[in-house]
């Protein structure tokens, strides 16, 4: 039982800590995304990872599903994974630090909706940008949770800049602040010049703390916080489709679809791949098996960092992973 409830409070996580959900509708059916995670693959060079996007159907039980990044490049779904109350994760495989615009869906018997997909979150100062891309990597144990996220900064000024971990600030819902335990080496950013993007591990996280902002400098007089449901907006329709386009107007002919490895722990007990139109897998995944997994990834990943990037103060403060954006959009 108690691992049950660990994994529902994850999941409701999940489903708030992003984003303001995007809707859509045909006029019998609702399509609901309430946000959108990524998981990295086991082999560390993959090239590829998870991305598993929270959506609630109402007015029909099944739908098939597009995801089109900013290339105009169509994903199809590899697996689905059914939740309760009509919600489901729809799992692709996608490319990482890919930036999507839109989600297509079709409900069954429907007509197609197309959902404009989340815009970048960014901040500012008089000194630089902020922009946040979300988060890479969600890691639970009985005991504590911790997250990845990716950020790239712009410096905006006409001196240097100097970026390093402890700049940084993960505020929950009560606004009580968690520091970097995982992260990148001391960046020096040249006037008008950006870093690439940037990986932040925060772990020992409450399993009640609902990862709500990221701050810069939290408290400063110029500090800059992303609030995560607030500065989450959707792409506007000139950003998705051109000046010129209409909202309704066919995206593009489709590329094959990226098929989930079953060999993933996100694929683990899923017996074969779903069909594009069908919204059903032939076997739930194991609840243990989630928990075992995320538990030895949480573990891998502090090993793997320390080892990359060892840290003078005997803390672990360490280097990026090769986890990827998570909640990506494209930047406006």
Do not use: C, H
Request: proline letters at 6%; a neutral charge.
């Amino acid at each position: 039982m108690r691992i049950i409830v660990l994994i529902l409070m994850l999941a409701l996580a999940l489903g708030t800590a992003q984003a303001t959900p995007l809707q859509g509708g045909d006029g019998n059916a609702t399509v609901v995304i309430f946000g959108a995670t990524r998981t990295p693959l086991e082999d560390e060079n993959a090239t590829q990872e998870i991305l598993k996007v929270d959506v609630g159907l109402m007015g029909t039980e099944n739908a098939s599903y597009q995801l089109v990044d900013a290339d105009n490049k169509i994903y199809l779904p590899g697996l689905y994974k059914p939740l309760s109350s009509g919600k489901q994760l729809v799992l692709f495989l996608v490319p990482k630090d890919s930036l999507f615009k839109l989600i297509n869906v079709t409900p069954e018997s429907g007509k197609p909706i197309n959902i404009n997909w989340w815009a970048t979150p960014k901040g500012s100062n008089e000194r630089m940008v902020l922009r946040y891309y979300g988060i890479t990597d969600w890691l639970i144990n009985p005991d504590e949770q911790g997250i990845v996220v990716q950020v790239r900064v712009q410096n905006n000024g006409t001196q240097k800049l100097i970026v390093s971990p402890e700049n940084f600030t993960l505020l929950d819902q009560w606004a009580w602040p968690y520091r970097p335990t995982l992260g990148f080496d001391l960046e020096t950013i040249e006037p008008q010049k950006a870093t690439s993007r940037l990986l932040l591990g925060f772990t020992g996280i409450s399993l009640l703390s609902r990862p709500a902002a990221l701050a810069f400098d939290n408290g400063a007089s110029n500090q800059i916080i992303i609030k995560f449901e607030r500065d989450y907006v959707p792409l506007s329709d000139v950003a998705v489709y051109g000046a010129n386009a209409t909202k309704n107007a066919a995206v593009i002919v489709p590329t094959p679809a990226a098929v989930l490895p079953t060999s993933t722990p996100a694929a683990q007990n899923v017996a074969v791949q779903a069909p594009a139109n069908e919204t059903k897998v032939t076997k739930k995944l194991s609840i243990k098996d989630q928990l075992a997994a995320s538990k030895a990834r949480l573990a891998a990943t502090k090993v793997s960092l320390d080892k990359k990037t060892p840290d003078t103060n005997g803390t672990a403060n360490s280097t990026s992973s090769n986890a990827s954006n998570s909640s990506s959009s494209i930047s406006v």
